[in-house]
């Protein structure tokens, strides 16, 4: 079972940036597509991007297109959420995930039971 880490969260004024890092553990990151979801108090577990294994394709919530950048390093087990012009709507837990195995061109999923591994958060605060 993979480990995820993230870092990154913290508190930042409205129109702010912020950038997150996810550091995974183990030997199979690369062929696995990623994924970033969020949780605001009282709220469910959001979509906010995935990445395919390559990098080489990204998906948003249409939400977040134009402002969020999602990234990953595979030789160094690592990925990343670039998030600007942040709102404080945005505020919340951010985690990153592992989806799980897809056939070829279907990775692509904003469902949080598609994810089968689960980082412990970082707290985005957002103030007005």
């Known amino acids: 079972q993979v480990q995820l880490v993230e870092s990154g969260g913290g508190l930042v004024q409205a129109g702010g940036s912020l950038r997150l890092s996810c550091a995974a553990s183990?030997?199979?990151?690369?062929?696995?597509?990623m994924g970033w979801f969020r949780q605001a108090p009282g709220k469910e577990r959001e979509f906010v991007a995935a990445?395919?294994?390559?990098?080489?394709?990204?998906y948003y919530a249409d939400s977040v297109k134009g402002r969020f950048t999602i990234s990953r390093d595979n030789a160094k087990n690592t990925m990343a959420l670039q998030m600007n012009s942040l709102k404080p709507e945005e505020t919340a837990v951010y985690y990153c995930?592992?989806?799980?195995?897809?056939?070829?061109?279907?990775?692509?999923?904003?469902?949080?039971?598609?994810?089968?591994?689960w980082g412990q958060g970082t707290q985005v605060t957002v103030s007005s």
């Open positions: 995930a592992r989806r799980t195995k897809a056939l070829v061109g279907l990775w692509a999923t904003q469902r949080s039971t598609d994810y089968d591994s």
């Open positions: 183990g030997r199979t990151f690369s062929i696995y597509a």
């Open positions: 990445i395919s294994w390559s990098g080489g394709s990204t």
